[in-house]
């Protein structure tokens, strides 16, 4: 079975100061790990995600994310925020033809 | 875009009643999934489909039901609504037939019961 942990149901950043977005995973196979982001009033949009191969991962609007298999972690990072980074973002993990299992979610604060 | 298509966008209904919610997954999609979100219980998932058959169960009520038609829309059926309905609804599909099943959401609908 899989489960994720969001640390932190909010973070606040400044703006243009790095984004780091904790997850931390379980899963008894190969995870397959992603990003999701929730923007006001919208569905969510996915970010990014590690199926196999290169452990860094780059997504769409300067994210990217690194899979380190042995601290169970995919942390979400961003160089520098932007106010319209502002949004809840989820962590999600399957695994190979199983269903995906998000985490509760981190709202992103960027202070001006 | 993710191409799934969620009606209404908003419903206003009163308890006690019964309220439909539909789902048009993207083109070539044969699952779909449902999800409910609320401010204290987050994003709970509720049912897939998949080729018009139930796939999986979530945290849905019983007073909640799906199904998926031959031509792969969903349904969601919600009756005997209270209060603690209020939420937002989303639908998601992915393509099956095994592999990385990453999901693509619709805009959602959001229902509010008075």
Not at chain 1, 6 to 28: F, I, K, M, P, W
Request: charged share 15%; aromatic share 12%; glycine share 8%.
């Amino acid at each position: 079975a899989q489960s994720v942990t969001q640390l932190g149901s909010h973070v606040s950043v400044s703006e243009g100061a790095l984004v780091l977005l904790r997850c931390n995973y379980s899963s008894s196979v190969p995870p397959y790990l992603f990003w999701y982001v929730q923007y006001p009033n919208q569905g969510l949009q996915l970010l990014l995600k590690y199926t196999t191969g290169a452990t860094l991962v780059k997504g769409i609007n300067g994210f990217e994310a690194e899979f380190k298999k042995s601290e169970t972690s995919f942390h979400l990072t961003k160089p520098s925020a932007h106010m319209s980074d502002a949004a809840e973002y989820f962590c999600a993990v399957s695994a190979w033809d199983d269903k995906i299992i998000f985490g509760k979610g981190t709202r992103l604060h960027i202070l001006p | 875009d993710s191409g799934v298509t969620q009606t209404p966008k908003h419903l206003i209904t009163a308890t006690g009643q019964r309220v439909t919610l539909r789902c048009s997954p993207r083109s070539g999609d044969l699952s779909v999934y449902w999800y409910q979100q609320s401010l204290d219980q987050g994003l709970q998932f509720l049912i897939q489909y998949y080729n018009g058959e139930e796939r999986a169960k979530g945290n849905i009520l019983e007073r909640f039901s799906a199904q998926q038609f031959p031509d792969l829309h969903s349904e969601l059926n919600l009756s005997s609504l209270e209060l603690g309905d209020s939420a937002l609804y989303f639908c998601a599909s992915s393509v099956e037939g095994g592999g990385v099943r990453e999901q693509y959401f619709g805009p959602g609908t959001r229902l509010t019961v008075t």
